[in-house]
């Protein structure tokens, strides 16, 4: 059994649903030879909770996961494979692609494989290790399948494969071939790349022989406005833009080509799935089969609840809360909704003024809804600083970060939207474009100062422009309303460090450690405060610690790693880097300082190959450009290294070290005066080096 989940896909931008210049043939091949629901819906717009019903067979009323970040699958509920197939003696896997379905949130529960293994990625706008690309996790999803799926000769064991892909979720990025295509709809190209991996998928499975045999679903946990109701992406709003999702199956038992006109829920996928294999679904679920509508029975519609808590979480805004019917939808908010899909599937006309009556047929179940519900136990929990930092940088706002608190009504989300593309915007931008973000920022805190993300958000901004002064000072205006989210004091301790305030920068990090005794990022920060005051043994200290908690957190072997090569102890620094690139092969700055260990060990070429690596997969980063240089010029490979050194001071122009390395090295090829050109802009820079003039008052000024 097959279920795959497409993040961020709204349905009508799929080829079977109608939208003719879309290219998911592999979706469209599915529809053919199976069934396609005409409308199915989430739950909620964001990936974890969605994620959570689909799992579970339960809404947010019953499972409590209500937000990306803060909350986690509470120990007492069972997620599919924990529940039947793992029991009946399915083998069971999964392979997620985004951070917010991490193992923390209590997605891995009762599989015996759950792959959650990010790559660091290059991304400068974004925190490492938050999404992998869709063919990575094919390429991981099919190397477990491989034995699993058999040839069909024998009975093999059966497996229950759940397979994630994050790719269509903004920045929509498709590989180079789809980049170019779809130049205009890059959302598409996105859609396309996973239409694309899928398919492989199904091929692989096909050429083993098993595909006949393997019940495919194929859903999303949302969609994405793309701008409607004035929403760029999703999160906000419960309108069918980021609700109406596709769900797509086929395999045995089957029916080819039909295409029910059921509502179907994501809370029906698990019982639905049961149902085809045979088991009887847990007690308690919400959801039901969908199997009598796609054999061509008839079967009701059943309502629908979606809310969108993210608002009054993250901003301080007013929750929407929604009932569902196949023929209208009613919105709970400070300036109430209703919608008349039949005639209005965009929702565009509120009918609540015209049709008051119908709005409270639909507002009734859902307060009752609202009243009855009894949340599993547990299922909330603090965010820890890194997951904050890794779902802000997807775009998630602060991640589960405390909203500020109001005692007057809450603003409609309605009302709010006219600020978040700004946020969004600055947000995107905090990393490389900080000036534009501050000002984007700066604006809407004009506007709005109690809007605390703005704030929280232009404190980023300054910290990557290098005005760390003015961080500080935003994440103290934070502290002072009590507002300083975890992630926050490790900003603020590491712009405290950035200042050379070291000791008030690690008392706040002991801080935020104490109070998020499992989170490893504020030690990691704190390893940074003892590495710059020069107490390395204090540091060492600090990392093992980080270890304990998480034995193969990259960041903390990379700088017990560099500590060791400060120390010359290559062995113990090669160890520490090489295991890096066992958990994350495209990790480049572990390939580089893999590299230098090589170099200082005397195996020049493999320390060249290792750049050479480096350099293909990020040909922008300084460092190994550098090295590369560097080691080509030690073995007498001068005119080679020449354009490394160049495109290293492209990436970083005010490294002196590799000015200093081109300019010695034109020096060395008889080029007196282009060495002399950029040993003087290193002067310039660090007037302090004596070598440096001593070679070039003997070539001349």
């Known amino acids: 059994m097959l279920l795959v989940t497409i993040d961020t896909l709204r349905a009508d931008h799929v080829g079977c649903y109608g939208d003719a210049s879309a290219s998911t043939p592999t979706l469209d091949a599915l529809a053919r030879r199976g069934v396609r629901f005409e409308t199915a819906v989430a739950h909620v717009?964001?990936?974890?909770?969605?994620?959570?019903?689909?799992?579970?067979?339960?809404?947010?009323?019953?499972?409590?996961?209500?937000?990306?970040?803060?909350?986690?699958?509470?120990?007492?509920?069972?997620?599919?494979?924990?529940?039947?197939?793992?029991?009946?003696?399915?083998?069971?896997?999964?392979?997620?692609?985004?951070?917010?379905?991490?193992?923390?949130?209590?997605?891995?529960?009762?599989?015996?494989?759950?792959?959650?293994?990010?790559?660091?990625?290059?991304?400068?706008?974004?925190?490492?290790?938050?999404?992998?690309?869709?063919?990575?996790?094919?390429?991981?999803?099919?190397?477990?399948?491989?034995?699993?799926?058999?040839?069909?000769?024998?009975?093999?064991?059966?497996?229950?494969?759940?397979?994630?892909?994050?790719?269509?979720?903004?920045?929509?990025?498709?590989?180079?071939?789809?980049?170019?295509?779809?130049?205009?709809?890059?959302?598409?190209?996105?859609?396309?790349?996973?239409?694309?991996?899928?398919?492989?998928?199904?091929?692989?499975?096909q050429d083993r022989g098993a595909l006949d045999n393997t019940l495919v679903l194929v859903t999303a946990d949302h969609g994405e406005s793309l701008g409607e109701h004035g929403e760029g992406t999703h999160g906000v709003f419960i309108y069918d833009a980021t609700l109406r999702v596709p769900w797509i199956m086929a395999g045995p038992a089957v029916s080819a080509g039909r295409v029910p006109t059921t509502v179907a829920r994501s809370i029906d996928v698990l019982p639905t799935l049961l149902d085809y294999t045979g088991l009887s679904s847990p007690a308690g679920l919400e959801g039901r089969s969908m199997r009598p509508a796609a054999d061509g029975r008839d079967m009701p519609d059943a309502p629908s609840y979606a809310e969108s808590l993210y608002t009054q979480l993250e901003l301080g805004w007013a929750p929407l809360y929604g009932w569902r019917t196949a023929t209208y939808k009613f919105i709970e908010a400070p300036h109430a909704e209703l919608y008349d899909l039949r005639q209005d599937a965009s929702e565009k006309t509120n009918q609540i003024a015209q049709q008051g009556a119908r709005a409270d047929e639909l507002r009734r179940p859902l307060q009752s809804a609202l009243k009855q519900a009894a949340p599993a136990a547990s299922a909330t929990t603090g965010t820890d600083a890194d997951a904050a930092e890794r779902l802000r940088s997807l775009g998630y706002v602060s991640g589960g970060g405390p909203a500020a608190s109001s005692n007057g009504p809450l603003r409609d989300p309605k009302d709010g939207i006219k600020f978040l593309p700004r946020l969004n915007r600055a947000m995107s931008a905090a990393r490389i474009q900080p000036d534009l973000a501050i000002r984007e920022l700066t604006s809407v805190i004009a506007e709005d100062p109690t809007l605390l993300m703005a704030r929280r958000t232009r404190a980023a901004a300054y910290e990557a422009a290098g005005r760390h002064d003015l961080a500080i000072a935003d994440l103290r205006e934070l502290e002072k309303v009590g507002q300083l989210a975890p992630d926050d004091e490790i900003m603020l301790g590491d712009n405290l460090r950035f200042t050379r305030q070291y000791a008030e920068a690690a008392r706040v990090l002991e801080r935020a450690a104490a109070g998020s005794p499992t989170s490893t990022q504020p030690l990691v920060s704190l390893a940074?405060?003892?590495?710059?005051?020069?107490?390395?043994?204090?540091?060492?200290?600090?990392?093992?610690?980080?270890?304990?908690?998480?034995?193969?957190?990259?960041?903390?072997?990379?700088?017990?790693?560099?500590?060791?090569?400060?120390?010359?102890?290559?062995?113990?620094?090669?160890?520490?880097?090489?295991?890096?690139?066992?958990?994350?092969?495209?990790?480049?700055?572990?390939?580089?300082?893999?590299?230098?260990?090589?170099?200082?060990?005397?195996?020049?070429?493999?320390?060249?190959?290792?750049?050479?690596?480096?350099?293909?997969?990020?040909?922008?980063?300084?460092?190994?450009?550098?090295?590369?240089?560097?080691?080509?010029?030690?073995?007498?490979?001068?005119?080679?290294?020449?354009?490394?050194?160049?495109?290293?001071?492209?990436?970083?122009?005010?490294?002196?070290?590799?000015?200093?390395?081109?300019?010695?090295?034109?020096?060395s090829l008889g080029d007196k005066a282009g060495a002399g050109t950029v040993l003087r802009q290193s002067l310039r820079i660090d007037p302090s080096q004596k070598d440096i003039a001593q070679a070039l008052s003997g070539i001349g000024r």
């Open 45 to 205: 717009p964001l990936t974890g909770p969605s994620h959570a019903s689909i799992l579970t067979g339960r809404t947010p009323l019953v499972h409590g996961f209500h937000n990306n970040g803060g909350f986690v699958l509470a120990p007492g509920l069972k997620t599919a494979a924990a529940e039947r197939f793992r029991q009946a003696g399915y083998r069971t896997a999964a392979f997620v692609s985004g951070f917010p379905l991490d193992r923390r949130f209590g997605f891995d529960r009762g599989f015996d494989l759950y792959d959650d293994h990010l790559p660091r990625g290059n991304d400068p706008r974004r925190t490492p290790y938050v999404e992998r690309v869709a063919d990575a996790t094919t390429n991981v999803a099919l190397r477990w399948l491989s034995p699993t799926a058999g040839s069909g000769t024998e009975k093999p064991q059966p497996w229950f494969l759940w397979v994630h892909y994050y790719d269509p979720h903004a920045p929509y990025e498709p590989p180079g071939d789809l980049a170019e295509r779809f130049k205009s709809a890059l959302y598409d190209g996105e859609i396309a790349f996973v239409d694309r991996e899928l398919g492989r998928m199904l091929n692989a499975i």
């Open 528 to 667: 940074e405060v003892r590495i710059a005051e020069g107490k390395y043994d204090d540091a060492g200290a600090v990392l093992e610690r980080v270890l304990k908690l998480a034995p193969d957190n990259i960041e903390a072997l990379r700088r017990l790693g560099d500590l060791a090569l400060l120390r010359s102890d290559m062995d113990t620094a090669g160890a520490r880097y090489a295991r890096i690139l066992e958990l994350d092969a495209t990790d480049v700055p572990a390939m580089t300082k893999l590299g230098v260990v090589r170099m200082r060990g005397g195996r020049t070429d493999d320390a060249i190959r290792l750049f050479r690596d480096a350099v293909q997969r990020d040909p922008k980063n300084g460092d190994a450009l550098l090295y590369m240089a560097g080691a080509l010029v030690s073995t007498g490979r001068q005119q080679e290294a020449l354009p490394y050194f160049e495109r290293a001071i492209a990436a970083d122009p005010k490294s002196t070290m590799a000015l200093n390395g081109l300019g010695l090295t034109r020096l």
